[in-house]
């Protein structure tokens, strides 16, 4: 059973466009949502994360939407560049321990 | 933070052999993780390595074929038996210092 489900599969975004990533999730143990990137040939690297406790944080061109009511959050990439062109994965974890994490999301910016 | 350093970054291997991967990290830390994930697909966890005690594994895996070491705090090797090409994939350790988990670059393993 997939504990968090992430959408969409494959993502392609014009320069200069917001991109838009959402995830869901069932179990109400969970309290830490970080979103990782990832290159090809590169382990995935913290992105951004949030706590329940608030509804949005935002970190540059990044930011992450949190419905604790809904049970789902997002990343939203502003003015999207080819750089950012990756895969990313959500991912829910209860108190820091075992990470579970969404299928990925492959993100292209075309110039 | 922590650095990670795995090695080998990539190797093909021949079915029935074994291959050992290894995680250094530059800090001590309590828990290690070993994840697999598949070509296009997500991370699954293989098990959680503590120091001084047996790995837990989770549900899918066994020490059989995943044995883990964790000699200190710092270091853990998981190895990969009796090889299969169903066993190609990317694997990744993986540490929680703090609340974040931070990841090594992976090891890309081809079973020909």
């Known amino acids: 059973q997939q504990q968090v489900k992430q959408s969409p599969q494959s993502l392609i975004v014009q320069k200069g466009g917001i991109s838009i990533i959402n995830c869901a999730y069932e179990?109400?143990?969970?309290?830490?949502f970080p979103w990782y990137q990832q290159f090809p040939g590169k382990g995935p690297a913290l992105l951004i994360a949030?706590?329940?406790?608030?509804s949005e944080k935002k970190e540059g061109r990044f930011t992450i939407s949190f419905n604790k009511s809904a049970k789902q959050f997002s990343l939203h990439i502003m003015d999207s560049q080819p750089g950012d062109s990756a895969t990313y994965f959500c991912a829910a974890s209860p108190s820091g321990n075992q990470f579970y994490f969404g299928t990925g999301t492959s993100l292209t910016v075309i110039p | 933070s922590a650095v990670i350093s795995q090695k080998p970054s990539r190797d093909i291997c021949q079915r029935g052999t074994s291959l050992t991967i290894q995680c250094q990290v530059d800090s001590q830390v309590t828990m290690m993780f070993w994840y697999r994930q598949q070509p296009g697909q997500s991370l699954t966890l293989i098990a959680t390595?503590?120091?001084?005690?047996?790995?837990?594994?989770e549900s899918g895996f066994v020490i059989d074929k995943f044995p883990i070491s964790r000699p200190n705090l710092t270091f853990s090797t998981l190895t990969v038996s009796n090889m299969s090409p169903e066993d190609s994939s990317i694997y990744l350790c993986?540490?929680?210092?703090?609340?974040?988990?931070?990841f090594g670059q992976g090891t890309r393993l081809t079973v020909v």
């Open positions: 949030i706590r329940p406790d608030v």
């Open positions: 390595a503590n120091q001084g005690s047996e790995a837990t594994y």
């Open positions: 179990n109400t143990a969970f309290d830490y």
């Open positions: 993986s540490v929680l210092p703090g609340a974040e988990a931070f």
